[in-house]
């Protein structure tokens, strides 16, 4: 690595891997988080995203590979790093019967930051109104937003978080991604796992698909699904036309059954539009903009289930 690109890399990994009983579950992941970027590590539980992520953190130790975290090795143990990242790890923990203005003032003494900053830092994650409530008394989707405040307090430029929209209800979730994207504002870099497809869509400027280990495809969400091949994922059911006779339309690359629907894939969408009306299937066509799901089957050649 020159030093070039040090001054614009937050991380870089290479070839990281990691087995546990034999089994390997990071198979030499390589990636690059840009500074002030907002990073996704996306895919299905036991991907291996968590185990990726707390070997860039420095708390899982890697069998091999490297990481270099803003410009250093976090192994081992670099206590230096520290004061310029924050971990919300998967499962978050509080202290006990505080108060999320507590919590957070506890965090700052921990990190040896100032408690200057716990007001305006719970202003960030929307939870002003809720600072005199004990942590317990709060729902799951202000839980969230308290856990990564906790990993805010220190203003750290390097932000990682585990699943933070993981088991929220719709509205939290929205709610949590308005929070992330004022923490991206304030330039901060993130790197983020989630298994939701779409909301990894909507949040990074990049992602890494991982799967089993891997990085399958790693590119912003518009090239992803850009790079594609065809912009529409085209669904007929199935008993409509033949799979013989709908790979013979002009413009249609592959035909796939996937349960009870055919899965059409079309280098010219128009094409095949035309030829359905022709046989009077058009009608029950359904269509769509291609999205990272589309990438994950194109990929992986499974449907994704998270
Ligand atoms: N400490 C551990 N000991 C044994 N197996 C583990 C450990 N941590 C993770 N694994 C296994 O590694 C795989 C990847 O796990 P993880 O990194 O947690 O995936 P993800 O975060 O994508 O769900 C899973 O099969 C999991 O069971
Ligand atoms: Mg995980």
């Not at 996704?40 to 890697?62: D, H, I, S, Y």
């Not at 700052?108 to 929307?126: F, K, N």
């Not at 088991?167 to 994207?181: F, I, T």
């Not at 089993?212 to 912003?220: F, I, L, Q």
Request: a negative charge; one cysteine or more.
């Amino acid at each position: 690595m020159n030093r070039e690109d040090d001054g614009v890399n937050a991380v870089v990994v290479e070839a990281l891997t990691k087995a546990y009983g034999g089994k390997t579950v990071v198979d030499g992941v390589s990636l690059t988080v840009r500074e002030g970027e907002f990073f996704g590590l996306l895919g299905p539980n036991g991907a291996g995203k968590t185990t990726t992520m707390e070997m860039m953190e420095g708390l899982r130790k890697a069998d091999s590979g490297s990481v270099s975290l803003l410009g250093s090795s976090p192994q081992p143990r670099n206590t230096a790093l520290l004061p310029r990242i924050g971990v919300q790890l998967q499962a978050s923990a509080f202290f006990e019967r505080l108060t999320a203005h507590e919590q957070l003032v506890t965090f700052a003494a921990l990190y040896g930051a100032s408690t200057d900053r716990v007001d305006d830092t719970l202003e960030l994650v929307g939870l002003t109104e809720h600072s005199h409530v004990r942590e317990d008394k709060l729902s799951g989707g202000q839980r969230q937003r308290l856990s990564i405040a906790c990993a805010l307090v220190h203003d750290p430029e390097l932000l990682f978080l585990d699943e933070p929209t993981a088991s929220l209800d719709p509205q939290a979730r929205r709610n949590l991604w308005d929070v992330l994207r004022g923490i991206k504002e304030r330039g901060k870099t993130i790197v983020y796992t989630t298994h939701y497809i779409e909301e990894a869509e909507r949040l990074c400027d990049r992602i890494a698909i991982l799967d089993h280990g891997r990085v399958v495809a790693m590119d912003t969400p518009g090239a992803l699904v850009g790079g594609l091949g065809t912009a529409m994922s085209m669904e007929l059911p199935e008993g409509v036309l033949g799979v013989d006779e709908l790979l013979s339309l002009p413009g249609v690359d592959d035909v796939r059954t996937e349960g009870d629907r055919i899965r059409i894939t079309a280098s010219d969408s128009n094409a095949v539009m035309r030829a359905l009306t022709d046989r009077g299937a058009a009608g029950r066509l359904r269509t769509r903009d291609a999205s990272l799901e589309d990438v994950f089957l194109e990929l992986t050649g499974r449907e994704y289930r998270s």
